[in-house]
């Protein structure tokens, strides 16, 4: 394997070194004025206030709420662990056997796992030759944009569309079909674990490629010159350059995959034919039959895991580097 270097690096003249002056005030626009002399809390606050508003507050009402009792027609606003017991209660009873919601969540887990590394591959490689293989910028955009059509369409019709192709009657079924190769329809390509899995990966790879491909752009080209002049090969190269400098890409894509994945119940749903079990699966379910506060504790408890995914990979990974 070989990384193709691109011949016109830049090069720095004699004035790339000296300081750049600043303007003078008078020519500033009155929006630049206004940051440089207003406080600093003044220029967060919008931010802020939208952070708190949209994140801050609705999941302190999803724990507040986690923390209430119910019956079959009311919320009752007092305080109990009803919830999160009712959610692992007999959990340590069944053990070796795993209970409904250890199984759930480890259905949900296996998802995530199998689509997050489908994901890394297709996404790695595809950054890849988008960032080293395709010289001119012109084409390095309109293939990128090829890359992002299907999010022109929303995710239930992307979802959807697998039934056409993996069904008893499909394409791929028809096809195995005439030439031979199979004597009746394959049952397990539609409503299975495959179908689910592939129905992800087809809808978060994207999420995967636009942070890798952002880390692959920014490696200095002479790194890669000077590999080869040291006598690495292609592999050595992708391996001990490449693949090192990648790694906040790899740390964000993954962050995306994972917590999109792990709370994703309308593909499981579709593509599984209502017959997979998923912790977001589980949250719909409560919140259709208004039971809001089991559905807010099994929110919180995912909430939990994925936190808990996002500070391993945090601790693996400097994802400041790529910020």
């Known amino acids: 394997m070989s990384i193709p270097i691109s011949e016109n690096l830049p090069a720095k003249g004699l004035g790339d070194s000296l300081p750049a002056k600043s303007p003078p005030a008078a020519l500033l ?66 053990l070796p056997d795993l209970c409904v919601t250890l199984k759930t969540y480890l259905s949900t887990l296996k998802f995530c796992v199998a689509v997050w590394l489908i994901t890394l591959v297709v996404g790695f490689f595809i950054a890849f030759f988008l960032a080293f293989h395709v010289r001119s910028a012109t084409l390095q955009i309109a293939l990128f944009l090829v890359c992002t059509i299907p999010f022109w369409t929303s995710n239930v019709i992307r979802t959807i569309s697998w039934i056409p192709l993996l069904g008893r009657n499909g394409l791929v079924n028809s096809a195995l079909l005439k030439l031979g190769i199979v004597n009746q329809p394959i049952e397990w390509l539609i409503y299975s674990d495959l179908s689910v899995i592939l129905s992800l990966v087809h809808l978060y790879v994207l999420f995967m490629i636009v942070p890798i491909f952002n880390s692959m752009m920014r490696i200095d080209r002479a790194l890669l010159e000077a590999s080869y002049d040291a006598g690495a090969s292609g592999w050595q190269t992708l391996t001990n350059v490449v693949v090192p400098l990648s790694k906040p890409g790899i740390a964000i894509g993954s962050i995306f995959v994972i917590t999109i994945v792990m709370g994703d119940f309308v593909t499981v749903g579709v593509m599984g034919g209502q017959q997979i079990a998923s912790i977001g699966k589980v949250i719909n379910t409560e919140m259709t039959a208004l039971q809001f506060p089991p559905a807010a504790a099994n929110s919180v408890i995912l909430l939990a895991v994925v936190l808990v995914i996002i500070w391993a990979l945090s601790r693996l990974v400097d994802v400041r580097k790529e910020l």
């Open 29 to 94: 626009p009155s929006s630049r004025l206004l940051s440089r002399h207003a406080p600093a809390w003044l220029q967060v606050a919008p931010f802020a206030a939208v952070f708190l508003v949209f994140f801050l507050v609705p999941l302190a009402l999803t724990v507040m709420v986690s923390f209430w009792d119910y019956n079959e027609y009311q919320i009752l606003p007092a305080f109990t662990v009803r919830s999160y017991v009712e959610i692992f209660e007999g959990c340590l009873d069944r």
